[in-house]
């Protein structure tokens, strides 16, 4: 488990004392995916290697395991390092070595295992990450996705309990990304691996985290499970980010469908209720008109959804609303 | 052959051999302590500027004052001024051995910059990814720092290794010997051209090979 307790951090710049981080507490539980999203300046990043204190905090306790980070001396820390991974977005792989070279750094680094068993080590996060073959490569002659695998074996290689992934899909190509995330999702169920993510795109929230912090300056404005914050997301700042991923702007229903008869109402289905004859059923028995002006069926991790908003006419349409309020669908009037 | 002959008449071949002996050997011990004391300097340097590992304001200034005072002065000036002190250190002003000290002294700060500039070279990211791997700061020096660094430290090599070549040839004109004292005793004093030009090429193949053997380093480490 990951605790923030009360931390803060500021930085000083020319005299002028410069506030990255408000006071703020924080939980992340083992094994969860746990996904912090801010743009750039929102503190997330400093968020994130506040844990491995690669930033010191200007005050506060951060507990991994009941183990205060804060309190640890040179020693202490270099020990607890090792047992958090962590991947970057530019990858940050020397160029100066091997692929092979580059994923046993950390098991020479630390310097208590023999060469044979290195190579053993080695072999085997190559074959997990799908590159056995470019072992004698070097890090310029592989593509990005591959190059975050590699920085995703070097990360493993010490059998860590905990992935910090900063921003680690941020300079990917989509196709790139999905692969680079089915395997943090892969790596987090086989190995029961925490993993803290920070991004600035919701879709890698919606498609690996189980838990989601929204961060604007400094400060976590919003923060829960992801199917809640992304389908009924609730501070401006969430609100936008789901925007982003959604196409679709709240703000101008008002005015695109200004002209679109009859009552409009937003539909979220989660869970199996995504897949059900709904819409007719309750069209039929309550003799509603429905024209669907904006919707999306997807998945949040392993849990498919739907959001589909609506324009409805004729019919009863108190007893449709009742309907789907009772089939357990979330339901808005948005006029 | 006879042509070729009266061509260099001054020249005696068997003084042009040892001169180019005595440049080599003044460039190779020069070049090596250059290195050795550079290097840990230049790696001081970066580590000591700001907003890097060992920040610390007072000992970077410090050194770049001492660093910069000693690129300040001209090598010929260096050489002179440094005379009493290269007696104590070798026993001699003259000859090879009174040529060490300042041909060191003179290319050790210029290494040291250019070593400094090698390592800022290196992204800050690498340096972030291996403290986050648990690495010593000696760790992230010799583990990821340098081998990152090495082909900018070679060129540094090969360009220090070429700015010696010229301060031998200057050291020739205070008695030490090498290539630049022929020039400067026989070419210049005595206006004797043929040796002029046979020194003036032997430096300019000795630069040439130096460079040519340099940028095959620099090629082969490089994995960009």
Known sequence: MIEFQN?????????????????????????????????????????????????APSGGKILVDDVDVTALDADGLRAFRRQVGMIFQHFNLLASKTVADNVAMPLTLAGDMSRAQIDQRVAELLARVGLSDHARKYPAQLSGGQKQRVGIARALATKPKILLCDEATSALDPQTTASVLQLLA???????LTIVLITHEMDVIRRVCDQVAVMDAGVIVEQGAVAD?????????????????EQVDENDINSDFAHVQGRIVRLTFQGEATYAPLLGTVARETG????????????????????????ITGGDMDAAFARFTAADVHMEILR | METLATLFSNVDWYEIWVATGDTLIMLGISLAFTVL???????????????????????????????????????????????????????TSLGILGTLPPLIAGATPFFARLVETALREVDRGIIEAT???????????????????????????????IALVSFTAMAGAVGAGGLGDLAIRYGYQRFQNDVMFVTVVLLLVLVQILQTVGDRLVAHFSHR
């Open chain 1, 7 to 55: 931390v803060h951090k500021t930085y000083r710049v020319a005299d002028r004392e410069i506030p990255a981080l408000h006071p703020t507490s924080l939980r992340v539980e083992n094994g969860q995916v746990f996904g912090l999203i801010g743009h750039s300046g929102a503190g997330k990043s400093t968020m994130l290697r506040l844990i491995n204190r690669l930033e």
């Open chain 1, 186 to 192: 892969e790596i987090n169920r086989e190995l029961k």
């Open chain 1, 229 to 245: 914050v992304f389908l009924h997301p609730k501070h401006p700042t969430t609100r936008r980010f789901v925007q982003e991923d």
């Open chain 1, 288 to 311: 509603v008109d429905y024209s669907i002006l904006a919707g999306r069926i997807d998945r949040i991790k392993d849990t498919p959804y739907g959001q589909l908003t609506l324009a």
């Open chain 2, 37 to 91: 004391l550079g290097l840990p300097l230049g790696v001081l340097m970066f580590l000591t500027s700001p907003r890097q590992l060992l920040e610390n304001k007072p000992v970077y200034a410090t050194i770049g004052l001492i660093v910069n005072m000693l690129r300040a002065l001209p090598f010929i000036i260096l050489l002179i001024v440094m005379m009493p002190l290269t007696e104590i250190i070798t026993g």
């Open chain 2, 131 to 161: 403290q986050a791997m648990g690495a010593s700061t000696r760790q992230i020096i010799v583990k990821a720092l340098l081998p990152e660094a090495r082909p900018g430290i070679l060129a540094a090599i090969t360009v220090t290794a």
